[in-house]
């Protein structure tokens, strides 16, 4: 059963346009959210992440908002790039337990813009 | 800025065979984690160890060990190949201490089971 569910699972945008990914995630234990970019063939970077005491975090472009209530966090790349073509995952983890720092990952959304 | 660094960045074994992939994480990180990434999947989470003691276990197969060594390397040992398991795996650091377990991936060992 996937703890942490993504969508679209691709996306196509046009140069300067605004990309939205979209996950959510079942387990309320968690508590750390963080975004990661992958080139193929490439490990996964960490892009930008939040914690569910506040709602938006803006880094740059990048920006993730998050919704406690409803169990949903997306991330938002403004005026999106070529060079923003790549994979996206959302993940989830908690801190303490015995599943400390141990990511679940979403499924991922290949994006693609084009010039 | 000193990444995590992955060896072999490519390995091709046959089935039956068994394969030692290593991790050296970043400077004072002394938590490491494995995962397993198959062809267009998410990666999934095999094991993690911090100060050399194993702190959590995923889907790992028992034909699967790993361990943490005193200089905080790791090495993921896999034995009895089977096809199913040709994947990219990639371990991750992280310092412990930070309250945001910031987790930093290495460039991955790409296995080919053939």
């Known amino acids: 059963q996937q703890q942490v569910k993504q969508s679209p699972q691709s996306l196509i945008v046009q140069k300067g346009g605004i990309s939205i990914i979209n996950c959510a995630y079942e387990n309320t234990a968690f508590d750390y959210f963080p975004w990661y970019q992958q080139f193929p063939g490439k490990g996964p970077a960490l892009l930008i992440a939040i914690r569910p005491d506040v709602s938006e975090k803006k880094e740059g472009r990048f920006t993730i908002s998050f919704n406690k209530s409803a169990k949903q966090f997306s991330l938002h790349i403004m005026d999106s790039q070529p060079g923003d073509s790549a994979t996206y995952f959302c993940?989830?983890?908690?801190?303490?337990?015995?599943?400390?720092?141990?990511?679940?990952f979403g499924q991922g959304t290949i994006l693609t813009v084009h010039p | 800025a000193a990444g995590v660094i992955q060896s072999p960045r490519h390995l091709i074994k046959e089935k039956r065979e068994t394969a030692t992939l290593k991790c050296y994480p970043i400077?004072?990180?002394?938590?490491v984690y494995w995962y397993q990434q198959g062809p267009g999947q998410d990666p999934q989470f095999l094991i993690s160890?911090?100060?050399?003691?194993?702190?959590d276990k995923g889907s790992i197969p028992d034909r699967f060990s790993a361990q943490q060594f005193s200089d905080y390397h790791s090495e993921l040992n896999m034995s009895s190949l089977e096809l199913g398991d040709s994947a990219l795996y990639f371990c991750?650091?992280?310092?412990?201490?930070?309250?945001?377990?910031?987790?930093?991936f290495g460039p991955g060992t790409r296995l080919t089971v053939l």
């Open positions: 160890f911090y100060e050399k003691m194993q702190s």
């Open positions: 993940a989830a983890t908690r801190a303490g337990g015995t599943s400390y720092g141990k990511l679940t």
């Open positions: 400077p004072r990180h002394d938590t």
């Open positions: 991750a650091s992280s310092p412990r201490g930070r309250a945001n377990n910031e987790q930093f």
